[in-house]
């Protein structure tokens, strides 16, 4: 059974910092892309930043350019969202991802319904205080 399980969301302060961490099991996260989404209320779901497994090459959304940073543990099939200077903008469900036939670069351009994306997990929510 495929399985994306989110961790790592709560509540931070406006200039604080916070890790999310994505454990995939039930696929070879080889072949994909892990991407990171997030949808505030009332706004459209957006690609935050994606990381192809297999060379490493990575995609920020110039909102989080310079704060956020993702990672890979392979030996624990988890890949990471460390951000940092958080703003209340940030507030939002975060979701993770797996696309097989994506580009980290065409995160950006990915629309609905899936976004490119094959398998979802269930988000955790990121709440920043001003």
């Known amino acids: 059974e495929v399985q994306l399980v989110e961790s790592g969301g709560g509540l931070v302060q406006a200039g604080g910092s916070a890790r999310l961490s994505c454990a995939a099991s039930g696929f070879d996260l080889d072949d994909y892309v892990i991407a990171w989404f997030r949808q505030a209320p009332g706004k459209e779901r957006e690609g935050v930043s994606g990381i192809s497994m297999n060379d490493g090459i990575t995609y920020y959304a110039d909102s989080v350019k310079g704060r956020f940073t993702i990672s890979t543990d392979n030996a624990k099939n988890t890949v990471y969202l460390q951000m940092s200077s958080l703003k209340p903008e940030d507030r939002a469900w975060y979701y993770c991802?797996?696309?097989?036939?994506?580009?980290?670069?065409?995160?950006?351009?990915?629309?609905?319904?899936?976004?490119?994306?094959?398998?979802w997990g269930k988000g955790t929510l990121v709440t920043v205080s001003s």
């Open positions: 991802a797996a696309g097989l036939l994506i580009s980290p670069q065409a995160i950006a351009q990915a629309g609905p319904p899936y976004y490119g994306m094959d398998f």
